[in-house]
C-alpha cells in the first residue's frame, strides 16, 4: 500500500482528512519530530479503532510533515507514490487523483 493509500483509508474509516487528523493531534499536543509513536498509536486506536499500519504513517506525518522519502516515487511494487508530497487535504480534492 502507498503512503498516500494510508492516509485515503485513514480518512475513509476515520470521516477526517489527515490534516484534520494533525490538527487535533496538535491540539493533543503530539507535534513535530518529538511526537512519541506509542502514545500517538494509542490515540488513534482508542478515537478511531486505527491499527498500527494506518497508525504509523500518521505518526511520520506528525513528525515530517507531507515530505517522503522519493525513493518510492515512481517505483514498481506495493510501496509506490506518485509524488514525494503527500496530500492531506482529503482524497476528494485531490488533484492526482
Known amino acids: 500500500m502507498s503512503f498516500q493509500a494510508y492516509l485515503d483509508t485513514i480518512e475513509d474509516k476515520t470521516g ?3 490534516r484534520q487528523l494533525l490538527d487535533l493531534a496538535r491540539e493533543k ?3 513535530g519530530a518529538s511526537a512519541k509513536a ?3 498509536l494509542d490515540w488513534l486506536k ?3 479503532g486505527l491499527g498500527r499500519g494506518h497508525g504509523m ?3 511520520h ?3 515530517h ?3 517522503i522519502s522519493s525513493k518510492h516515487v515512481g517505483a514498481t511494487g506495493a510501496h ?3 509524488s514525494d508530497r503527500l496530500w492531506l487535504d482529503g482524497k476528494a480534492t485531490n488533484p492526482a487523483s
Open 16 to 18: 477526517l482528512t489527515p
Open 65 to 67: 510533515g507531507p515530505a
Open 29 to 31: 499536543g503530539f507535534d
Open 80 to 82: 509506490s507514490d506518485a
Open 61 to 63: 506525518v506528525i513528525r
Open 38 to 40: 506509542g502514545e500517538v
Open 57 to 59: 504513517a500518521l505518526v
Open 46 to 48: 482508542a478515537d478511531y
